[in-house]
């Protein structure tokens, strides 16, 4: 089992950065890799970006340029750059294990607004 406690999310005005954390416990030593997801209301929840524990990255098009993934150790980090009214969403760490298992965080509402 891994648990997933995520941090960072708040009300940020457009053009502004904000960086998410999410930190890892239980059994970490079966994580291959670290993840963001997004879900807007009304909308499916997305893709944002993957880190694994060699540091390869994956990022979903909309966000290439203005987000960056980083890890270190068992914390995911998310670098939120030039946020959009359209960034508005809860946030979502997800972890993959050697095992194919999946562990998703509780979310942390990002609200971009002026």
């Known amino acids: 089992q891994v648990q997933l406690v995520e941090s960072g999310g708040g009300l940020v005005q457009p053009g502004g950065s904000l960086r998410l954390s999410c930190a890892a416990s239980?059994?970490?030593?079966?994580?291959?890799?670290m993840g963001w997801y997004r879900q807007a209301p009304g909308k499916q929840r997305e893709f944002i970006a993957t880190?694994?524990?060699?540091?390869t990255t994956n990022y979903a098009d909309f966000v290439k340029g203005r987000f960056t993934i980083s890890r270190d150790k068992q914390t995911v980090y998310l670098q939120m750059n030039g946020l959009k009214p359209e960034d508005t969403a809860v946030y979502y760490c997800?972890?993959?294990?050697?095992?194919?298992?999946?562990?998703w965080g509780q979310g942390t509402q990002v609200t971009v607004s002026s």
């Open positions: 997800k972890v993959n294990t050697y095992f194919a298992q999946n562990y």
């Open positions: 239980g059994s970490i030593g079966s994580i291959y890799s």
């Open positions: 880190v694994t524990g060699s540091a």
